[in-house]
């Protein structure tokens, strides 16, 4: 059983609005500890994520699409602004080009493979499995930018 075609325009505008929701809270969020809300928001994207694995229902697949929509936006932002802000001037144009780049590149490797994995094991496993693989690169990245980018800047009053 899967979602009927006349619900996805619904579920498609909702989420955009979801993501105008989120994308309004970025600068409320920016004034906050910012690598507390970077980990928050990572942990929050891996839980829709997986909320839009387990559920077998398509409302539920519906509010982890929804969820993930609502958070990326601030979360990208707030993490482009943390990685701005280490950045030398000279090098910054270069480096937001290969980041953009390696982006593009790993879409094209990993879609393929996300497609395959869902054919074989069905939606739900690969969503579970993506989920794990997430909340191991938000972390990752999370350790790492608590270690290097806060380290260099003046410790907050």
């Not at 979602?3 to 600068?27: N, R």
């Not at 993490?79 to 950045?87: C, E, F, P, T, W």
Request: hydrophobic share 50%.
């Amino acid at each position: 059983r899967g979602l009927d075609v006349k619900w996805l325009g619904i579920i498609l505008a909702l989420s955009s609005v979801g993501e105008y929701l989120g994308t309004k809270t970025t600068h409320y969020l920016s004034r906050k500890n910012q690598k507390n809300v970077l980990i928050v928001l990572g942990i929050a994207i891996a839980v829709f994520v997986c909320i839009g694995g387990i559920t077998t229902t398509p409302i539920g697949g519906a509010v982890g699409y929804f969820g993930v929509n609502m958070i990326y936006s601030p979360f990208v932002i707030l993490l482009s602004d943390a990685l701005n802000s280490v950045i030398d001037d000279k090098y910054r144009a270069t480096l937001l080009s290969v980041s953009n780049m390696l982006d593009e590149m790993f879409s094209v490797v990993v879609d393929p493979i996300i497609g395959i994995g869902i054919d074989a094991l069905g939606f739900g496993k690969v969503y579970i499995w993506m989920s794990m693989i997430v909340i191991a690169a938000f972390s990752i990245i999370g350790i790492l930018i608590r270690i290097n980018v806060w380290k260099k800047q003046p410790k907050e009053a």
